[in-house]
């Protein structure tokens, strides 16, 4: 069974930092498309970025130069490190897993990241 557990969230002022985890197992994790994505108050889920076993396939616009993600298949661990946050980063945020054979997508409780002074 695919678990996909995220700590890590919290509350932060602009301008700070914080780092994700997801802590992954169930499944064999180079495998598969992990990624973060997330959900602002009233708005879709997004994605944030998406990884395969080879490193990132995608990041959105506001990720790139704040937000870095790694990758370890050994220990099934995708973390998130998030520097010069903004109130717009506030939302929960969630990690993904997706098999690309089966099509079928995973989905961890997420953790909620505020942004506020």
């Known amino acids: 069974q695919v678990h996909l557990v995220e700590s890590g969230g919290g509350l932060v002022q602009p301008g700070g930092s914080l780092t994700l985890s997801c802590v992954a197992s169930?499944?064999?994790?180079?495998?598969?498309?992990v990624g973060w994505y997330r959900q602002a108050p009233g708005k879709e889920r997004e994605l944030v970025v998406s990884?395969?076993?080879?490193?990132?396939?995608e990041s959105a616009h506001f990720a790139r130069g704040r937000f870095r993600v790694s990758r370890d298949n050994d220990n099934n661990d995708l973390s998130l490190q998030m520097d010069y946050l903004e109130p717009e980063d506030t939302a929960v945020y969630y990690c993904?897993?997706?098999?690309?054979?089966?099509?079928?997508?995973?989905w961890g409780q997420g953790t909620r990241v505020t942004v506020s002074s």
């Open positions: 993904g897993a997706h098999d690309a054979v089966s099509q079928n997508n995973y």
């Open positions: 169930g499944f064999i994790f180079r495998d598969y498309i």
């Open positions: 990884t395969n076993g080879d490193g990132v396939i």
